[in-house]
């Protein structure tokens, strides 16, 4: 039986969100354990690992550039 003990939150780098570790998905990079709010979240730091390793969109505004190339 596990006990209560706080929730851990991560921040989840692609949505900035904040994720229960207990119940994030997991993506093991370069040394470092990622959290995700969701499977799309994972996939998208899959695609460009370093980017939002080097990046994550909880800890910096600059999401502008990618924005203005989202299109569509
Ligand atoms: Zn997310």
Partial sequence: M????KTKLENDP?????VDARAAL?????????????ASCRASF???ADKYAAN???S?????EEATHAGS
């Fill in 2 to 5: 596990w006990p209560f003990s």
């Fill in 56 to 58: 994550p969109a909880g």
């Fill in 60 to 64: 910096s505004p600059v999401r502008e």
């Fill in 14 to 18: 692609v949505c900035g969100m904040d």
């Fill in 26 to 38: 997991l993506q093991f990079h370069k040394g470092t354990t990622y959290y995700f709010c969701s």
């Fill in 46 to 48: 899959q695609k460009d």
